[in-house]
């Protein structure tokens, strides 16, 4: 039905082109822009977000807001991993304790040995953190043979006077040094010191490898003699004292 040659107004949004901006809307009249409206929003898909006229300030305020969210996310996720390693530390934290030295261990980092009662010629052992500890007291006849060898002959050369404090003591780790096993003081080997009977290492008078799969001499600990009959194995030797100036 045509009214005038034109379609009445309220038929007008049946025949109307699809509206391209919101200009068209805003120019026509009341009537035509409710229906022009009316027929944009139907033929929007369910998802689509209407593009609205932002005006002054509200392009700032969606910006801010959106700064808002990712800072929010950003603080979420910083939590989470704090949380997680917190967790994992106390989770943790008792099985790295447990491998720190207990208190007897820490008790027994310095140990003292009375001499007075070993006899020249006599080999005696103790415990030093947890390691056997040779102490020998030696004869002139040892101490001899230890300061006579050919540091060419040895396979670890060594002088005795650098293993001693005293020519007459003797003290060392009685662990071999190839697969750790403990020397025998019953077998002195074929250079008066030790055999270890594992693979055959043999040891001299000042505890020097000289024959066997041993790749070094036997460990000299850390120890100070506080006395002529006590050492305290462990405890860092004395500084000599300086030769008097004549």
């Not at 229906?35 to 300030?57: D, E, H, M, N, W």
């Not at 447990?98 to 103790?126: C, R, W, Y």
């Not at 002195?188 to 001499?217: F, Q, V």
């Amino acid at each position: 039905m045509r009214h005038g040659g034109r379609n009445p107004p309220f038929m007008r949004h049946r025949d109307a082109r699809p509206v391209s901006s919101y200009s068209h809307i805003f120019a026509a009249s009341s009537f035509d822009r409710a229906c022009q409206f009316g027929v944009v929003i139907l033929s929007l898909p369910p998802t689509y977000v209407l593009p609205i006229p932002a005006r002054k300030g509200a392009k700032h305020l969606a910006h801010a807001s959106e700064k808002s969210h990712v800072t929010r996310r950003d603080f979420i996720i910083v939590s989470s991993q704090v949380a997680l390693a917190v967790g994992a530390a106390a989770t943790l934290w008792p099985f790295i304790d447990q491998m720190n030295p207990a208190a007897d261990m820490l008790a027994l980092k310095e140990i003292e040995f009375d001499l007075s009662s070993v006899q020249p010629g006599q080999t005696v052992t103790t415990e030093w953190q947890k390691k056997p500890v040779f102490i020998r007291r030696r004869t002139p006849e040892e101490i001899k043979a230890a300061e006579d060898a050919q540091l060419t002959d040895l396979p670890d050369p060594q002088a005795d006077k650098d293993r001693v404090q005293k020519p007459e003591w003797l003290i060392l780790v009685a662990t071999c040094t190839h697969l750790g096993c403990i020397p025998s003081n019953l077998y002195k080997g074929e250079y008066g010191g030790w055999l270890c009977p594992c693979h055959g290492s043999h040891y001299d008078t000042s505890g020097r490898i000289r024959k066997g799969p041993a790749p070094r001499n036997l460990d000299v600990p850390p120890y100070q003699f506080v006395s002529d009959t006590k050492v305290l194995i462990g405890a860092a030797p004395k500084a000599s004292a300086p030769a008097a100036q004549g």
